[in-house]
């Protein structure tokens, strides 16, 4: 479980997220949506132990962020919206240095790595320096990595992006495998339809405050829209603005 209670975060006078409260439950997948710079990704990498916070209480199965970041980073799995590697590593190497950290019992790092691996399809790759692939197989890493040691809680920043269709299906496969065995996931996309069928609940961040929150369904009647796409795009004053630059398109071509 994770419950975040008015969250604030500063960096200098800038002021990144404002009082920023939810929760997510065990067996929940909670999509946390916003544009470009709205504080999303500062507070994935708060939920994670990686940033400290500012003000407000974040607590990831009931140990604080703030008080003990490196017993949260213990049973999260992280996958950032850049893929954190080390590009003079081979992939088995990263996997096994992973695991050794993590300190997983080498039967079970292997087991989990031989099963990763053919599911995301890098057999190919795992001798090649992580620096020559591309972004795409540097997310499957990135993937794999963060799902050695068997998380309770699920941080992933637009974790499909660079997925080819077949692994983004069978990653979405994967998240609704660990709803099922309570695991907490806060989910972040650009792609909105996707969040629209994995997400249980979304909240919508906007200028580093909540702005909205609740089922796809829910928030599409608050918003009367139909789908959520439309959603996000009223609720983040873009509607008006995409349209005209559909217009001023139209016109030039």
Do not use: W
Not at 146 to 174: F, Q, Y
């Amino acid at each position: 479980m994770i419950e975040v209670d008015n969250l604030v975060k500063r960096f200098g006078s800038k002021i990144a997220v404002r009082g920023v409260s939810f929760t997510v439950r065990n067996g929940e997948i909670y999509g946390l949506l916003g544009p470009n710079g709205s504080g999303k990704s500062t507070t994935m990498r708060i939920l994670a132990g990686i940033t400290p916070p500012s003000e407000g209480r974040v607590l990831v199965e009931g140990i604080d962020v703030a008080e003990n970041p490196l017993e949260v980073k213990k049973i999260v799995g992280y996958i950032p919206e850049t893929p954190a590697l080390y590009e003079s590593l081979t992939p088995m190497e990263f996997f096994s240095f992973v695991g050794s950290i993590r300190r997983v019992p080498m039967e079970e790092l292997e087991d989990r790595v031989e099963r990763l691996v053919k599911a995301f399809g890098i057999e190919e790759y795992l001798g090649e320096l992580i620096g020559t692939l591309s972004f795409g197989t540097q997310q499957k890493v990135s993937i794999i990595a963060s799902l050695l040691h068997d998380p309770k809680v699920l941080v992933l920043d637009e974790a499909i992006n660079g997925l080819d269709p077949k692994s983004a299906r069978i990653m979405k496969e994967l998240l609704n495998d660990f709803k099922k065995e309570g695991k907490s996931i806060v989910f972040s996309t650009h792609i909105l339809a996707v969040a629209e069928v994995i997400c249980g609940r979304i909240g919508i961040i906007y200028n580093g405050e909540l702005i909205a929150e609740g089922t796809p369904e829910e928030l599409k009647r608050f918003a009367h829209e139909e789908s959520l796409e439309d959603v996000f795009l009223k609720l983040t004053e873009s509607q008006e603005e995409v349209s005209s630059l559909i217009g001023a398109l139209r016109e030039a071509f």
